[in-house]
């Protein structure tokens, strides 16, 4: 009987263990999440900042995922000016394009990308910190651009910058 009692109990011990290496495995499988933000001053409003603010998640030095922050409500911290028209330039998509094109564009463009690959981009900005593209600078991170949300596009790579700069 006490055969069958230790049988029992080192049964019990192994799926305890096994359940545990299962769980710790299922709670790592998502890697680390980094956040990151990338803004400047309104220049028709010092007040105000124009930015993204991001959330990273890398696993094996790869992007997995990436989320933002909403604008703020009171438009005291924006990336896509609620009064941008499409077409206000040639091409410009505009706010309401621009936003409901920014989760796919998110997915397709930065998923599955090497945190190597991310922080070797460059994106110049203007003395105010705008992000700035000329047509060399375009080329050099152009598989990176949402096609006639540029400046949206500058400010995303540089909030995935720095969220991705504490990487190990």
Known sequence: MKKLAKVLALMALSAVVCLGVF????????GET??????YANAWDATKSYGVKVHVSVKDGKITKVTYDADAEDGSYVNV??????NAHPGDLGADKTKAAIDNYLKETFVGKTVTEVLALEVAVTDKGEPSVTNADKEAWSAYVLTGATQT??????????????VK
């Open 23 to 30: 769980a710790f495995a299922a709670c790592g499988g998502n």
């Open 34 to 39: 980094y956040d990151g933000e990338y803004k």
């Open 81 to 86: 000016s609620p009064t941008w028209k499409e």
């Open 153 to 166: 596009s500058g400010r995303f790579v540089l909030a995935i910058q720095n969220a991705l700069k504490d």
